[in-house]
């Protein structure tokens, strides 16, 4: 990583600013938020010290703070408004965003409510209408986008995520950013809005890899095996730049019924070579019950495989934790990594087979290089990455060897 900052250091700050830096963290990623500005003040020494002439003049890069205060206040029957305490005129304003945050509450008839997706969104819109149209440019981070798992239309059914992204263009967000979309054509719905759709695939792997210092990355030890068929598209990734082999499960569904809002999964189909005493490794977008992953787990065992690592850039666990923990008590599962891109309880972090990605330091790079009107192509693919990583992983591996000897 080392090589690739100073390189960014270098290029991405040659430029001037779009306009002074803003970034508000809506509720349940105040974490996250305070993360991000903390490197973007790093980013801004550097800024300083790069750009020509005199930064001192240019307004809102001398700040100690880039984060804007803002509220939702919520009134006793549960409507809501938003509410920005700082000023936002001429700002290049980022907003952060996730709507998955279930452990924010409010009060509504004297009951404490759990914010579900519905509120969120509607309070990101509620703080895009105060800003008022005053900022120079407003780009939302949404890491997991609102309404993504309902993104195409089957029957006579809504197309949720499509209207939402169309709404806040509407509002006029000039850039959406979020990470490993259910199903990344849903840009078509705003084909002259700005859409990026980050993989955070380098992140989730390096974690692993500090994690277990013990991982053989060869086609003889370890193998990548897609979940399903929707998720070929990121296994495929893995395994063409690890250089290893690939196998994968389709999904057979009972399409007569349907359970929690989905066609019950009848058998897990595999596809693809032995993988008789290999690690594996399962990549997914969303983790959501984990009933699916631990069928896989549990096929994949059948054929005797040896330890499962399952990675997903949203990690939901909506009927808790009690199904993985009894799956890693009997050997099924060895880790799950996942990224801080939603909110995770307290017990998950804490539980000895889960491992988080922090994705804070590459979303200041995203809004840095975005606020500089940079490219993001070095930023959005990750092969280049990858690649030192696991060369420096193998060398690491080689040492220790040595020293050992």
Request: some cysteine; glycine content about 8%.
């Amino acid at each position: 990583m080392t090589d690739f900052v100073s390189t960014w250091n270098e290029t991405a700050m040659l430029t001037m600013p779009v306009g002074p830096l803003g970034l508000i963290a809506m509720r349940g990623t105040e974490e996250l938020g305070e993360k991000v500005n903390q490197w973007l003040l790093k980013w801004r020494k550097c800024t300083e010290q790069t750009l020509p002439g005199d930064m001192s003049t240019t307004p809102g890069l001398v700040r100690d703070d880039f984060l804007i205060k803002t509220v939702c206040p919520r009134f006793g029957n549960g409507e809501g408004k938003g509410l920005i305490k700082d000023s936002v005129r001429g700002l290049d304003l980022y907003i952060l965003c996730d709507v998955g945050a279930y452990n924010c509450t409010y009060d509504m008839y004297g009951q404490k409510v759990p914010m579900s997706p519905d509120d969120h969104f509607m309070d990101l819109k509620r703080t895009i209408a105060a800003v008022g149209g005053k900022a120079k440019r407003i780009t939302v981070i949404m890491p997991m986008l609102y309404g993504g798992r309902q993104h195409r239309r089957s029957s006579r059914e809504s197309l949720d995520c499509a209207m939402a992204l169309q709404e806040l263009y509407r509002m006029g967000v000039s850039n959406v950013i979020t990470f490993d979309a259910h199903d990344p054509r849903v840009q078509n719905a705003v084909p002259e809005g700005g859409f990026e759709n980050v993989m955070p695939s380098y992140q989730i792997f390096k974690a692993l890899l500090k994690r277990d210092k013990n991982l053989q990355i060869d086609k003889d030890h370890l193998m990548i095996v897609s979940p399903d068929e929707g998720a070929m598209d990121r296994n495929i990734f893995y395994a063409s730049v690890l250089g290893l082999d690939m196998g994968m499960f389709y999904k057979r569904r009972d399409y007569t019924r349907i359970v929690n809002g989905r066609n019950p999964i009848v058998a897990h189909e595999y596809m693809g070579n032995s993988m008789e005493g290999k690690d594996v490794f399962v990549a997914d977008d969303i983790l959501s019950s984990g009933e699916s992953i631990i069928d896989v787990a549990r096929e994949l065992k059948k054929r005797k495989a040896n330890r499962i690592f399952a990675a997903a850039t949203f990690a939901l666990f909506t009927n808790g934790l009690d199904l993985f923990h009894k799956a890693y008590e009997d050997g099924l599962i060895d880790r799950v990594i996942s990224t801080n891109l939603t909110y995770c309880t307290p017990e998950l972090k804490a539980a000895p087979w889960f491992v988080q990605a922090d994705m804070s330091k590459y979303i200041s790079y995203i809004i840095a290089t975005l606020n500089h009107d940079r490219s993001l192509s070095k930023l959005l693919n990750p092969y280049d990455r990858l690649h030192g990583l696991l060369t420096r992983y193998n060398d690491e591996q080689r040492e220790a060897g040595i020293r050992l000897v």
